[in-house]
């Protein structure tokens, strides 16, 4: 199993906390977390609560996503080592958006500026 399959078969139930935590150790909240969730992803309140309730993986969770933000690609920068904007495998690069976007919330950038408004 390649570092990409292991990642796609992480339940988001298991990592959506650790997102928690980051954020809120730098003052953020998790209605922040999830606000970025839903502009990333489509989902609302009641369907990411589903996710998390069925444990579903990261490839069934933006597989099943009702809506990835067009404006998703104007998310740039480097994410654990790899710009994200360079990732050519588009799940791969899905995981990363997310993840990007909670570093910048966790780095105290406005949320305007997160939802590239």
């Known amino acids: 199993m390649n570092n990409n399959e292991r990642v796609y078969k992480m339940a988001f139930a298991s990592v959506y906390p650790l997102y928690i935590q980051k954020v809120e150790r730098k003052g953020r909240t998790k209605e922040e977390v999830d ?3 839903y502009w990333l992803t489509g989902y ?3 369907t990411l609560q589903q996710k998390i309730d069925d444990k579903s993986d990261f490839e069934t969770f933006f597989a099943q996503a009702p809506q990835i933000n067009p404006n998703a690609s104007q998310i740039t920068g ?3 080592g790899y710009r994200v904007e360079d990732i050519e495998d ?12 909670v570093d910048e919330l ?4 406005a949320m305007e500026k ?3 408004k």
């Open 78 to 80: 480097v994410i654990c």
């Open 35 to 37: 606000e970025i969730i």
């Open 114 to 116: 997160i939802l590239r």
């Open 44 to 46: 609302n309140q009641q």
């Open 90 to 101: 588009k799940l791969m690069q899905q995981v990363r958006y997310l993840d990007k976007l």
């Open 106 to 109: 966790a780095k105290g950038k």
